[in-house]
């Protein structure tokens, strides 16, 4: 475990892996932690160097103040996104992005296709009706609720986390997601601030997404992995648009929305049978 600088904040990683390998970075999800790759990371590190973050605002990463030079803007999560991996991915990396962040990452790729070898999407929001946060994510971004649920351990870890799928946390897992949450407010007004960015800035996130993958001068191999007992994020449109983008489409029946928890060894030999047919 470490640390990483970007200009002003301190990113938590998870490392796995000699450096001397292809990299690969594993982003979580809204809301998760870089520990819901725990079952991931240690297949990976065998071939491949691997890279668990936080993104600012969860887990163990910093927690900005909004208003106080970071208001976690989906625009700014860009910025800080490239910021950290000049500093992580000297070569050629593939990313694996999973949930509500996945256009995050595709907006940073898509202004630097030179520097990705593959993009690993898990349940991404593809279509139109994914452009709305489903109303357990929603609700922490309302101006009086919001901030009260926001700082209530269960409501913003426990019940976010397995109300999207069939993941059921062992007590020993949910405490590593409440910890945030239960050593500092900081975690709650953050999440507070990003819920409603969220709500604000994803369909119009979505919609660049949508066109940046199905733009000829896309030139980055592309998968999505879809768990299909996804509560949040319903199938219709999800083949249909992979069959006009030519991105090839992985289907999990057993996994929910958070793939990585669901079936993390699974999902581990997915992504290194991926990324080996590359190298």
């Not at 630097?112 to 349940?123: P, R, V």
């Not at 953050?190 to 996130?205: G, H, Q």
């Not at 449109?237 to 793939?259: N, T, W």
Request: net charge neutral; with cysteine.
């Amino acid at each position: 475990m470490l640390c990483i600088y970007d200009f002003c904040n301190r990113w938590f990683c998870v490392e796995s892996g000699s450096i001397e390998n292809p990299s690969i970075v594993l982003l979580h999800g809204f809301p998760s932690q870089a520990y819901s790759y725990r079952k991931v990371l240690p297949i990976l590190s065998k071939d491949y160097h691997a890279i668990g973050l936080d993104w600012l605002g969860f887990g163990f990463s910093d927690k900005p103040q909004p208003g106080y030079g970071f208001d976690y803007t989906l625009t700014e999560y860009v910025s800080s996104l490239e910021s950290l991996l000049n500093e992580v991915a000297i070569k050629k990396v593939s990313l694996v992005a999973q949930g509500y962040f996945a256009p995050v990452v595709v907006k940073y790729a898509s202004s630097h296709q030179e520097k990705i070898n593959n993009l690993i999407l898990l349940n991404p929001p593809l279509t139109a009706k994914h452009a709305n946060l489903p109303s357990t994510l929603s609700i922490f971004s309302n101006f009086l609720l919001g901030e009260i649920f926001s700082q209530d351990p269960l409501r913003a870890s426990d019940k976010a986390l397995t109300s999207c799928g069939p993941y059921k946390m062992k007590e020993e897992d949910a405490m590593v997601y409440r910890r945030p949450y239960l050593t500092s407010g900081s975690s709650g007004f953050a999440l507070n601030a990003i819920s409603r960015a969220m709500k604000k800035e994803l369909k119009t996130y979505v919609e660049e997404m949508r066109t940046i993958l199905t733009d000829k001068s896309w030139n980055v191999q592309t998968t999505i992995c879809w768990g299909q007992r996804d509560r949040w994020l319903g199938y219709d449109g999800v083949e249909d648009f992979c069959d006009v983008s030519k991105h090839r489409l992985i289907e999990l029946p057993m996994a929910g929305h958070h793939v990585q928890e669901d079936c993390g060894e699974e999902l581990a030999q997915i992504i290194a049978g991926i990324i080996s047919k590359k190298r």
